[in-house]
């Protein structure tokens, strides 16, 4: 439909619906890395995880992200 009429339909999808999907996945997939893959992970990847959460959360994604990719993996 939308490649027919040309009409973007974001357009008619309320903000508050969009900010709650993105709040849902965010908070499901936050739920899922660190609490319920507690049991999979060792303890220094868990605890590597939870300091990249952690550092996202005080001093932004990009440096989090750096951050993770400076753990060393055994």
Do not use: C
Request: aromatic share 8%; charged share 15%; no cysteine.
């Amino acid at each position: 439909i939308v490649l027919l009429f040309k009409v973007p339909l974001l357009a008619y999808t309320p903000r508050p619906a969009m900010g709650g999907l993105l709040l849902f996945l965010g908070s499901s997939l936050l739920r899922e890395w660190v609490f319920e893959n507690r049991s999979r992970l060792s303890r220094v990847d868990h605890g590597s995880l939870i300091v990249i959460v952690l550092a996202i959360a005080t001093v932004g994604f990009v440096q989090g992200v750096g951050l993770g990719g400076e753990v060393p993996v055994a």
